[in-house]
């Protein structure tokens, strides 16, 4: 699996333009580290408008492939939550044959819902975090602060010794958002006490979003409330 492209015409929202646009089907980082850079950078794919200067966020298909850190990820915007899920059961079907990496790795394989999602795995694979912590610790905030001022999306930005960066993007905009790195741990915890439940193959393509979050507070919850299993 290479880097692979077609190109669309693309009508500007503002003007109703029509700009040639190239979409990014692969990008393959040992190839095309600068495709990486524009994708952190969300300059990768969008419709830079000649007419009115006008720049928007095309929501594509798009596969990352670093083959260097076995990450292969899967993002489709195009896909409704229940689409998303049929995915997820073909690229587990397909297996190792999508991409055969050698056993004595740990590829890291996952589907997500947009270009967002995309860019926050990426960064925290390469941070040494588990991305199931991670949604855990944004699950609880989210919830946490339904009451107060509703958050309508929260990311990660990045990692110092003892907190996690995010940013929080509320009704009036977006702001930072420090959380102390015991948080991560914590959550570390409850994954560890709850994962053999879920018979999680590292290996296998996997949806790690809130909904998996919601499930894995709901098992440790379940355990907690009834610690012999009966
Ligand atoms: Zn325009």
Same mark, same amino acid.
């Given at each position: 699996?290479?880097?692979?492209?077609?190109?669309?015409?693309?009508?500007?929202?503002?003007?109703?333009?029509?700009?040639?646009?190239?979409?990014?089907?692969?990008?393959?980082?040992?190839?095309?580290?600068?495709?990486?850079?524009?994708?952190?950078?969300?300059?990768?794919?969008?419709?830079?408008?000649?007419?009115?200067?006008?720049?928007?966020?095309?929501?594509?298909?798009?596969?990352?492939?670093?083959?260097?850190?076995?990450?292969?990820?899967?993002?489709?915007?195009?896909?409704?939550?229940?689409?998303?899920?049929?995915? $997820?059961?073909?690229?587990? &079907? +397909?297996?190792?044959?999508?991409?055969? /990496?050698? %056993? *004595?790795?740990?590829?890291? =394989?996952?589907?997500?819902?947009?270009?967002?999602?995309?860019?926050?795995?990426?960064?925290?694979?390469?941070?040494?975090?588990?991305?199931?912590?991670?949604?855990?610790?944004?699950?609880?905030?989210?919830?946490?602060?339904?009451?107060?001022?509703?958050?309508?999306?929260?990311?990660?930005?990045?990692?110092?010794?003892?907190?996690?960066?995010?940013?929080?993007?509320?009704?009036?905009?977006?702001?930072?958002?420090?959380?102390?790195?015991?948080?991560?741990?914590?959550?570390?915890?409850?994954?560890?006490?709850?994962?053999?439940? $879920?018979?999680?193959?590292? &290996? +296998?393509?996997?949806?790690?979003?809130? /909904?998996? %979050? *919601?499930?894995?507070?709901? =098992?440790?919850?379940?355990?907690?409330?009834?610690?012999?299993?009966?």
């Amino acid at each position: 699996m290479t880097t692979a492209f077609h190109q669309v015409m693309a009508q500007c929202p503002v003007c109703l333009n029509e700009e040639e646009l190239t979409i990014w089907d692969v990008i393959d980082t040992s190839t095309d580290p600068d495709l990486k850079e524009k994708l952190l950078r969300k300059t990768l794919q969008s419709l830079e408008c000649r007419n009115c200067g006008h720049s928007t966020l095309i929501a594509a298909p798009l596969v990352y492939r670093d083959p260097k850190q076995h990450i292969l990820i899967e993002s489709r915007p195009d896909l409704g939550p229940d689409d998303l899920l049929v995915r $997820l059961q073909d690229l587990q &079907a +397909a297996g190792p044959t999508l991409w055969p /990496t050698p %056993a *004595e790795t740990a590829p890291f =394989r996952r589907l997500v819902a947009s270009v967002n999602d995309l860019i926050e795995k990426i960064l925290v694979h390469e941070q040494g975090l588990d991305d199931r912590a991670l949604e855990l610790v944004k699950f609880v905030v989210i919830k946490h602060q339904a009451q107060d001022t509703p958050i309508e999306e929260l990311r990660l930005v990045g990692v110092a010794k003892s907190e996690l960066n995010f940013v929080m993007k509320l009704e009036d905009g977006w702001f930072q958002y420090q959380l102390v790195v015991d948080a991560y741990h914590n959550a570390q915890m409850i994954l560890e006490q709850t994962t053999d439940t $879920l018979n999680h193959d590292p &290996a +296998a393509f996997a949806l790690i979003d809130s /909904t998996y %979050a *919601e499930r894995m507070i709901d =098992r440790f919850t379940a355990a907690m409330s009834d610690p012999i299993g009966q």
